[in-house]
């Protein structure tokens, strides 16, 4: 048996897009910065990603999540 997670033999090409979730931030001026990061990143360290990228202090941020 093969496990979802080994390499594909035909394209070295991994098999592990379950362990990542894709991210859109949205600022409040309709930028958006796009993050694929591992389910087990802490919310800390994208809050500090996401404001390093925009030049602000990662205290003076506020997160709002919306479902689809």
Not at 6 to 18: F, K, L, Q, R, W
């Amino acid at each position: 048996m093969s496990d979802d997670r080994e390499n594909d033999p035909e394209t070295g090409a991994s098999n592990n897009d379950d362990e990542f979730i894709k991210l859109r931030v949205m600022g409040q001026s309709s930028n958006e910065v796009h993050f694929k990061v591992k389910k087990t990143t802490t919310m800390t360290k994208l809050k500090k990603t996401y404001a390093d990228r925009m030049g602000v202090n990662p205290d003076s941020l506020r997160w709002e999540k919306n479902h689809r």
